[in-house]
C-alpha cells in the first residue's frame, strides 16, 4: 500500500518504549526496508538516510523550519487560554524561522555568540564540573545517580553563565525545559497539554523578566550584548526577539548537552576499555566526543515542512507536507559510515555526523557543546578513573521525538 507517489505506509511510533529505548533496531530496519515513508499517525513523511537528510537540511527554501516547535498533539481551547492569558509570545527567531528574518537574527546572535565569549567559559566550566564532582567523590556508598549528580544540572549553570542568569532559577528551568519537550515533542493527552503550557508561560515569564532587567542594568553577558546591539531600534532586534532568543537557549542551550553528557558517561561505560582508554589518552577526548554524537546523539530528529512538491530517490512528498528528519538513522546509514553500529572514534570521517545538523540552521551552540563535554568528560574520568555502570539497571528516556538521553544513570567506583 502506498500513500502518494511511490511511498510506502509504515506505521511508525517514537513514542513507545521499545523505540525510545533502542530506536537504532528500528534504524537499521528502515534502511533495509523503508528509507523513506510515510507515517499516518503522525502525519509525518519520514526520513533515515545521511543522503536524503542532508539535502533536505541544506535546502532551506523547499524544507522550511517553521514547524520544528510546533506541538504534534493540535493545541486545544484550553491549552490556547493558558497561553494567551499568561501573555506567551514566543516569536519564531531562530530554530523555527525562515529567511530572511531567521538570517537577520542568527547574524545578532551570532554577532554576541563570540568564540571568545565560549572559550572564556573553560575555566569556570571546569570549576562548576570540580565542585560537583567534590560532592560525588564524598559519597560514602561510591554508588551514585550521575544525571541528578552531575549532568542535569551543569549544563544548565553553563547556559546561565552564558546568558547571565542566576543558579537559583535553574531547578525551576529544568523543569520548564522538559515540558517543553514533552508539550512540543512528546503526545500529551488534553489535560496533560494544560498543564505543561502552564509551565511554559512560568518558563516565559522567567526569560520575559530576565530581559527586562538586563535592558534596564546591562551586565558583561550574551543577553546584555544583544540589548547593546540592538540600541533601541526593532529593525534591529525587538526585545520580544530576544526574550524568545533567551526562551529557546534556555531549553537547546542546555537540554541537549544534558542528553550529550548523560550518552556519553553511558557509552564509554559500557565498555570499560573505552573509559580506561579516554583515562589514558585524554588528548584524544576530541575526537571521542565526535564518535559519541555520532553513535549516540542527544538529537535525533528535527522536523521541516516542504514549500513545493518535491521527489527524493522515486518518492513525491506534496507541498506544506511535514517532514521528520532521524537524524540518528542519519549517523547510522552504513552508506556513509563504514560498520555504522561500531563505536570507532578513528573513523576517518565521525565529524560528518549531522548531529548538530547541516546548513543555515547548523547549532550555533556546537562550539560550546564540544567545549562542555571535553571539560566534563575529561575532569570526570580524571577523577573516577575506575568508575563502571551498576548492574541491572534500566534505563529511561522522556517520550519525545527529537531528544534523547538517560533519565538515570547509575554509576559505582
Not at 547556559?159 to 512528546?186: C, M, N, Q, Y
Not at 576530541?286 to 514549500?307: H, N, P, Y
Not at 534505563?395 to 531528544?403: K, Q, R
Amino acid at each position: 500500500m502506498t500513500f502518494g507517489q511511490g511511498c510506502p505506509i509504515v506505521h511508525f511510533d517514537p513514542f513507545g518504549s521499545d523505540y525510545l529505548t533502542d530506536p537504532y533496531a528500528f534504524y537499521q530496519w528502515a534502511h533495509r526496508q523503508q528509507p523513506i515513508f510515510y507515517s499516518p499517525n503522525l502525519n509525518y513523511w519520514v526520513l533515515t538516510r545521511y543522503d536524503d537528510i542532508k539535502t533536505a537540511l541544506k535546502d532551506a527554501e523547499t524544507f522550511s523550519s517553521r514547524n520544528a516547535t510546533d506541538p504534534f498533539t493540535p493545541v486545544t481551547p484550553a491549552t490556547a487560554a493558558v497561553f494567551r492569558e499568561g501573555g506567551y509570545a514566543m516569536q519564531r527567531v531562530l530554530l523555527n524561522a525562515d529567511a530572511p528574518n531567521h538570517t537577520r537574527i542568527r547574524r545578532h546572535v551570532y554577532a554576541a555568540f563570540t568564540p571568545q565569549r565560549v572559550a572564556s567559559l573553560e575555566g569556570r566550566i571546569r570549576a562548576c564540573t570540580r565542585t560537583h564532582l567534590a560532592a560525588i567523590m564524598a559519597n560514602p556508598q561510591r554508588r551514585i545517580d550521575i544525571v541528578a549528580a552531575l549532568t542535569y544540572t551543569l549544563p544548565a549553570q553553563v547556559i546561565f553563565l552564558l546568558l547571565g542568569l542566576d543558579d537559583d532559577d535553574v531547578p525551576a528551568i529544568k523543569a520548564g525545559s522538559e515540558s517543553r519537550v514533552l508539550f512540543t515533542w512528546g503526545k500529551p493527552s488534553d489535560t496533560q497539554q494544560a498543564d505543561l503550557a502552564r509551565d511554559m508561560v512560568d518558563f516565559w515569564q522567567r526569560a520575559q523578566a530576565f530581559v527586562t532587567k538586563r535592558a534596564a542594568a546591562p551586565q558583561d553577558d550574551f543577553t546584555s550584548d544583544l540589548i547593546r546591539l540592538r540600541n533601541g531600534d526593532d529593525a534591529i532586534l525587538s526585545m520580544n526577539e530576544i526574550v524568545s532568543v533567551v526562551f529557546g537557549l534556555l531549553l537547546a542551550g542546555h537540554e541537549t548537552t544534558t542528553g550529550l553528557l548523560s550518552n556519553a558517561i553511558q557509552c564509554l561505560l559500557a565498555d570499560p576499555q573505552r573509559w580506561h582508554h579516554a583515562a589514558q589518552y585524554p588528548e584524544q577526548l576530541a575526537a571521542i566526543i565526535e564518535e559519541i554524537l555520532r553513535f549516540d546523539t542527544s538529537v535525533i530528529a528535527m522536523r521541516r515542512l516542504t514549500t513545493r512538491e518535491v521527489t527524493i530517490a522515486d518518492v513525491t512528498i506534496p507541498a506544506e507536507a511535514n517532514v521528520l528528519l532521524l537524524i540518528g538513522a542519519a549517523n547510522h546509514d552504513q552508506t556513509h559510515f563504514a560498520d555504522a553500529a561500531d563505536f570507532d572514534p578513528q573513523r576517518p570521517n565521525n565529524r560528518e555526523h549531522l548531529s548538530f545538523g547541516f546548513g543555515s540552521h547548523y547549532c550555533i551552540g556546537a562550539p560550546l557543546a564540544r567545549l562542555e563535554a571535553r571539560v566534563v568528560l575529561h575532569e570526570l574520568i580524571t577523577a573516577l578513573p575506575t568508575a563502571r555502570l551498576t548492574g541491572n539497571q534500566t534505563y529511561e528516556y522522556l517520550p519525545n521525538t527529537s531528544f534523547r538521553g538517560p533519565r538515570q544513570l547509575w554509576i559505582t567506583w
